[in-house]
T-cell receptor
Framework: ELKVEQNPLFLSMQEGKNYTIYCNYS?????LYWYRQDPGKSLESLFV?????AVKQEGRLMASLDTKARLSTLHITAAVHDLSATYFC?????????FGTGTRLTIIP | GAGVSQSPRYKVAKRGQDVALRCDPI?????LFWYQQALGQGPEFLTY????????KSGLPSDRFFAERPEGSVSTLKIQRTQQEDSAVYLC??????????FGEGSWLTVV
């Protein structure tokens, strides 16, 4: 069974702090996606990681992929309130996205 | 349009009614996906089209669920004899090359 696990499920952070969300997946896919979802909204694409060792950065978010460990990370630097949302990782195996449970991130002033 | 468009955005159906949810993918996108997202959960795969061919329907929860994409562009997800457990957000996504996959705003279905 294809499985994607995120850790932690819930995260409260103070503004200005750094933290990392972890994503373990079970397929042999070398393609990993990160999405953001605000309450009542759809999924916004953040990153597509296409190969082992891939690292992408956008603003305060940086994502990386280790296909050998089947691990991806989403690192948040100097968090700000606008980053409060649910973050999903998803691997692309068997021509479809399999989503993790999501990490609900709350940034506290 | 610029993005994936879904309609209706909100639908309230009485138990036992049939519903049809429409998805207009981004123009030129070959791949089209349907997902179901229950409250507080991650999206769950329903079905996948490449052009007009339905290549994977393994996620459809029962034979009450049916999807089509007859001309390789617009897709319709049909749910027959709706049940309360069908209440969810139905998300459509499309992509050209399988790299970035874009999601629509979703159709929120409530079965009463």
């Amino acid at each position: 069974e294809l499985k994607v696990e995120q850790n932690p499920l819930f995260l409260s952070m103070q503004e200005g702090k750094n933290y990392t969300i972890y994503c373990n997946y079970s397929t042999t896919s070398d393609r990993l996606y990160w999405y953001r979802q605000d309450p009542g909204k759809s999924l916004e694409s953040l990153f597509v990681l296409l190969s082992n060792g891939a690292v992408k950065q956008e603003g305060r978010l940086m994502a990386s992929l280790d296909t050998k460990a089947r691990l991806s990370t989403l690192h948040i630097t100097a968090a700000v309130h606008d980053l409060s949302a649910t973050y999903f990782c998803s691997d692309f195996g068997n021509e479809k996205l399999t989503f993790g449970t999501g990490t609900r991130l709350t940034i506290i002033p | 349009g610029a993005g994936v468009s879904q309609s209706p955005r909100y639908k309230v159906a009485k138990r036992g009614q049939d519903v049809a949810l429409r998805c207009d993918p981004i123009s030129g996108h070959v791949s089209l996906f349907w997902y179901q997202q229950a409250l507080g959960q991650g999206p769950e795969f329903l079905t996948y089209f490449q052009n007009e061919a339905q290549l994977d329907k393994s996620g459809l929860p029962s034979d009450r669920f049916f999807a089509e994409r007859p001309e390789g562009s617009v897709s319709t997800l049909k749910i027959q004899r709706t049940q309360q457990e069908d209440s969810a957000v139905y998300l459509c996504a499309s992509s050209f090359s399988g790299n970035t996959i874009y999601f629509g705003e979703g159709s929120w279905l409530t079965v009463v």
